[in-house]
């Protein structure tokens, strides 16, 4: 597997759009995640690279596969947006019209999200796993919602969700086995549960500087560019989340011990290979632990 790639804009959301009427679209590309901060895009190709090298594949056209399981990803992501908004704020009840059609654009992206299942170019076994995931994963996120209607303490659960929904649909894509599916997934909804939880809008997705940089870290980006005027973050230099990390709540730090168990079991169950040393020889594990670092320290 090549170096991490983002699909373009373009491919990710103008083909999710074209079904809708103007309204509606609106609604649906406002709800769509800028690439910069999709976590769930990142960790499902992290998975993916994960898979890939416990199972030794380089063959680049694992690379399609991956950029097909993002154009998965992605239009859920903005389903979740959507129907987060509706549940938690007043942004769509100014008129009925306005709310038919955040509805409307909600569940054209849900749908979106199945039906790009069957454009991605893998066996129809795997892809069945697939819809296995996103059906299950779907259910989830609407006990998610209505809990999150019933109480205001519930509000990081569909993040985590969508973020585990992700992180296991890069990895089945890639052949994982099930054992590496389901730390893949762990590690995903603790990862998507901590960003959220120090997020400090807990109505909408995580949209702080550390949702981004967790995105670079995941995707192998050293030197983040800074788009926005903002001190570019140089990351982490291996040293442990306890002489480092500025834990901003003791949730945020619970999610965070979950995420590096997990990791931990992907160590063992992908057998990666390592160093006279010690050290890991595996960038994509190198990767995940960082994230679980660096965007959680006082920077």
């Known amino acids: 597997m090549t170096e991490y790639t983002f699909v373009s804009d373009a491919d990710c959301y103008d083909t999710a ?28 190709t992290a998975a993916g690279a994960v898979a890939a090298e416990a199972n030794r ?4 056209s694992t690379d399609d596969i991956v950029a097909s399981v993002v154009r998965v990803v992605v239009p859920l992501e903005g389903y979740v947006d959507i129907r987060r908004e509706l549940v938690n704020t007043e942004r769509y009840d100014a008129t009925a019209e ?31 796993e697939l819809y296995r995931i996103l059906t299950t994963g779907s259910t989830t996120l ?6 999150d209607a019933e109480s205001d303490d519930r509000s990081a659960d569909s993040a985590a969700t969508l973020a585990g929904i992700a992180a296991k649909l890069g990895a089945t894509a890639l052949g994982a086995t099930t054992d590496t599916r389901a730390a893949m ?11 959220s939880a120090r997020s400090p809008s807990s109505s909408r997705r995580p949209i702080d500087d550390a949702c981004e940089l967790t995105v670079q870290i995941l995707s192998g980006d050293d030197q983040p560019s800074d788009r926005r005027g903002r001190t570019a973050y140089k990351l982490g230099d ?22 590096r168990n997990a990791l931990e079991r992907l160590e063992a169950v992908t057998n990666p290979e390592l160093t006279p040393a010690g050290e890991r020889s595996r960038p994509s594990l190198e990767r995940l632990e960082r994230a679980t670092r660096v965007p959680f320290t006082e920077r």
């Open 142 to 147: 609407s006990h998610d919602f209505c809990e």
């Open 185 to 195: 997934e762990t590690y995903g909804r603790s990862l998507g549960g901590a960003l």
């Open 17 to 44: 759009l074209t079904g809708l009427e103007p309204p509606a679209r609106r609604v649906a590309s406002e709800a769509l995640p800028p690439r910069s901060r999709s976590v769930p895009a990142a960790l499902c």
């Open 57 to 60: 594949v380089t063959d680049e």
């Open 98 to 128: 306005k709310r038919d059609a955040a509805l409307l654009a909600g569940d054209y992206l849900h749908a979106a999200a199945y039906a790009a299942v069957d454009e991605a170019p893998i066996p129809d076994r795997r892809a069945l």
């Open 238 to 259: 291996g040293t442990s989340a306890s002489s480092s990390a500025a834990i901003v709540s003791e949730s945020v730090e619970q999610h965070l011990e979950r995420a």
